[in-house]
T-cell receptor, first 114, second 114 residues
Framework: GDSVTQMEGPVTLSEEAFLTINCTYT??????LFWYVQYPGEGLQLLLK?????DKGSNKGFEATYRKETTSFHLEKGSVQVSDSAVYFC?????????????FGSGTRLSIRP | DVKVTQSSRYLVKRTGEKVFLECVQD?????MFWYRQDPGLGLRLIYF???????EKGDIPEGYSVSREKKERFSLILESASTNQTSMYLC?????????????FGQGTRLTVV
């Protein structure tokens, strides 16, 4: 079945460091891809998305490019801040017989040191 | 402002109790989901519903049931709570067949079964 694999955490970086969180997926058809973020004590919220191959999603300095040839959707940020400390989830959305549903990776906890 | 509201942030229940978790959304979404979040396991889908009175099992439905009597409300029921159901429970909603749209999440309910 469809699945999402993302890099294990936790990831600890210093402020202003470059961030990459790897995400690969397995899916039939042409899913949409998402990154969600969960700040401490909160639910998940959408960070960015891409709906077709070669699309780049971006928000708050984060970027990810939908790579169909490598089935990847890696999250990057050029200079992280302490406020970026959170758990990041890669996800795909696929249509099924009854409805579309979203499948999540296991999450990557990111901690940024001042 | 769009909203998914879960009835409780924290719950403590005894083993064997019947537990109801309630979720309400105000976006007229057809899809509603219940996920369970555990460290290292990410979000696992318990059940989802794509219309009133319709439901489908997710990846881990054992020990749970759901009810969708009105479009805006989706209830998760633990028929006889057990300690291994101690977890964070997240409700989400989305449009039914639009794979490009995001899911909106509630704040989560942290359930402890003692």
């Amino acid at each position: 079945g469809d699945s999402v694999t993302q890099m294990e955490g936790p990831v600890t970086l210093s402020e202003e460091a470059f961030l990459t969180i790897n995400c690969t997926y397995t899916a039939t058809g042409y899913p949409s891809l998402f990154w969600y973020v969960q700040y401490p004590g909160e639910g998940l919220q959408l960070l960015l998305k891409a709906t077709k191959a070669d699309d780049k999603g971006s928000n708050k300095g984060f970027e990810a490019t939908y790579r169909k040839e490598t089935t990847s959707f890696h999250l990057e940020k050029g200079s992280v801040q302490v406020s970026d400390s959170a758990v990041y989830f890669c996800a795909l959305s696929q249509g099924y017989s009854s409805a579309s549903k979203i499948i999540f990776g296991s999450g990557t906890r990111l901690s940024i040191r001042p | 402002d769009v909203k998914v509201t879960q009835s409780s942030r924290y719950l403590v229940k005894r083993t064997g109790e019947k537990v109801f978790l309630e979720c309400v959304q105000d976006m007229d979404h057809e899809n509603m989901f219940w996920y369970r979040q555990d460290p290292g396991l990410g979000l696992r889908l318990i059940y989802f519903s794509y219309d009133v009175k319709m439901k489908e099992k997710g990846d881990i439905p054992e020990g749970y049931s759901v009810s969708r009597e009105k479009k805006e409300r989706f209830s998760l029921i633990l028929e006889s709570a057990s300690t291994n159901q101690t977890s964070m429970y997240l409700c989400a909603s989305s449009f039914r067949r639009d794979t490009n749209t995001e899911a909106f999440f509630g704040q989560g309910t942290r359930l402890t079964v003692v």
